[in-house]
């Protein structure tokens, strides 16, 4: 499943008209998927939530610094290569944020912001899923501390997650914009707590029972949401909490019968994909720039366009080649690099 989802990030990221529908149950997904991988033998003693924090120290917050960090001292050579504007007009025209030329002391003032979590870099814009699912396991991992210590565990841990549904509906509908854009952390919370107890109940067992039919359905529904409504975890905007969660529950069950479906090639190519979902969130935005490059040197458009953020929006057409590129790029690069670094441990 986290093969289909990190392909669905990505092809979310292109201007392909699918991007609306697939941004309904995406990023939901993943939390989900990160609920439902958790074990409870995680608190049960502090040697073990201590090995969990450094667990996700390593896999969430050390990827989001380094790489967020790489693109800051970078940032100057981007805009001389074109992959960032400081020109206003230029952004208006082309569809991309206005960058900045770093200073030494600005360079530095965003690395102590982002390896505190209080920043991050347009290159690695796609990073904030790390921070928030950092934050989300680690404030989980401390509710579900304390509810163990309770008579009531349970209800106290549902309870948080009705408490963040809430919190998450509020700041939906109020436009909320919170520190850090932390703002996506009560869906993400909502969709994690979702997915923890839909491996309790065992779901899942169901869905392969009946995939034949829950494909179908799960579709129609999604079909029926995405003319209704809308959802962003990344800012924070649902159209209400009822529609996130049928948005997410038939999102899982559209992903987990499509899955269940697979087999052979094409299901070792998705878990490929699967393990190394960490550096292509990394590294496809840059991978992008790559197809955008590509086509405007054998088109009549101006090298403006290369700072189109994060793709260029016309033509359409190209969202294949794009969702190749941010996909296929980070992912051979980052194979590479591990077979380098294990000849070098031989």
């Given at each position: 499943?986290?093969?289909?989802?990190?392909?669905?990030?990505?092809?979310?990221?292109?201007?392909?008209?699918?991007?609306?529908?697939?941004?309904?149950?995406?990023?939901?997904?993943?939390?989900?998927?990160?609920?439902?991988?958790?074990?409870?033998?995680?608190?049960?003693?502090?040697?073990?939530?201590?090995?969990?924090?450094?667990?996700?120290?390593?896999?969430?917050?050390?990827?989001?610094?380094?790489?967020?960090?790489?693109?800051?001292?970078?940032?100057?050579?981007?805009?001389?290569?074109?992959?960032?504007?400081?020109?206003?007009?230029?952004?208006?025209?082309?569809?991309?944020?206005?960058?900045?030329?770093?200073?030494?002391?600005?360079?530095?003032?965003?690395?102590?912001?982002?390896?505190?979590?209080?920043?991050?870099?347009?290159?690695?814009?796609?990073?904030?899923?790390?921070?928030?699912?950092?934050?989300?396991?680690?404030?989980?991992?401390?509710?579900?501390?304390?509810?163990?210590?309770?008579?009531?565990k349970e209800c106290f841990f549902a309870g948080s997650i009705v408490m963040a549904g809430i919190c998450a509906q509020v700041v939906s509908m109020?436009?909320?914009?919170?520190?850090?854009?932390?703002?996506?952390?009560?869906?993400?919370?909502?969709?994690?707590?979702?997915?923890?107890?839909?491996?309790?109940?065992?779901?899942?067992?169901?869905?392969?029972?009946?995939?034949?039919?829950?494909?179908?359905?799960?579709?129609?529904?999604?079909?029926?949401?995405?003319?209704?409504?809308?959802?962003?975890?990344?800012?924070?905007?649902?159209?209400?909490?009822?529609?996130?969660?049928?948005?997410?529950?038939?999102?899982?069950?559209?992903?987990?019968?499509?899955?269940?479906?697979?087999?052979?090639?094409?299901?070792?190519?998705?878990?490929?994909?699967?393990?190394?979902?960490?550096?292509?969130?990394?590294?496809?935005?840059?991978?992008?720039?790559?197809?955008?490059?590509?086509?405007?040197?054998?088109?009549?458009?101006?090298?403006?366009?290369?700072?189109?953020?994060?793709?260029?929006?016309?033509?359409?057409?190209?969202?294949?080649?794009?969702?190749?590129?941010?996909?296929?790029?980070?992912?051979?690069v980052d194979m590479a690099w591990r077979k380098c670094r294990g000849l070098?441990?031989?």
């Amino acid at each position: 499943m986290k093969g289909i989802g990190i392909i669905l990030m990505v092809y979310g990221h292109t201007a392909s008209d699918g991007v609306h529908f697939v941004y309904l149950f995406h990023m939901a997904l993943f939390f989900m998927l990160s609920g439902y991988f958790w074990n409870d033998k995680t608190i049960e003693s502090k040697e073990n939530v201590f090995n969990f924090f450094k667990r996700r120290l390593k896999t969430l917050y050390i990827p989001f610094a380094l790489s967020n960090v790489l693109f800051a001292i970078l940032n100057n050579k981007f805009i001389d290569l074109g992959l960032y504007t400081i020109d206003s007009a230029v952004a208006e025209v082309v569809g991309a944020p206005i960058e900045q030329v770093y200073s030494i002391p600005t360079l530095l003032k965003n690395i102590i912001k982002i390896v505190f979590f209080m920043g991050g870099t347009t290159m690695g814009g796609a990073t904030w899923f790390l921070r928030i699912l950092f934050l989300v396991s680690i404030i989980c991992m401390l509710v579900r501390f304390v509810a163990n210590k309770t008579k009531n565990k349970e209800c106290f841990f549902a309870g948080s997650i009705v408490m963040a549904g809430i919190c998450a509906q509020v700041v939906s509908m109020k436009h909320i914009q919170l520190p850090v854009s932390t703002q996506s952390f009560f869906s993400g919370y909502v969709a994690f707590g979702v997915g923890y107890y839909w491996k309790r109940y065992d779901v899942n067992t169901w869905i392969r029972k009946h995939k034949t039919i829950s494909l179908p359905i799960s579709l129609i529904i999604l079909l029926i949401m995405n003319v209704l409504g809308s959802v962003s975890v990344a800012q924070g905007q649902i159209t209400n909490i009822g529609f996130y969660f049928v948005c997410m529950v038939a999102g899982w069950i559209f992903v987990y019968a499509i899955a269940a479906m697979l087999s052979g090639s094409m299901l070792n190519v998705l878990s490929i994909l699967g393990r190394h979902t960490t550096p292509i969130i990394l590294g496809h935005f840059l991978a992008f720039k790559y197809v955008t490059w590509a086509y405007i040197s054998i088109s009549s458009m101006e090298m403006d366009y290369l700072s189109s953020f994060p793709v260029l929006q016309q033509p359409v057409w190209l969202w294949p080649f794009y969702l190749l590129a941010g996909v296929g790029v980070p992912l051979l690069v980052d194979m590479a690099w591990r077979k380098c670094r294990g000849l070098i441990r031989v």
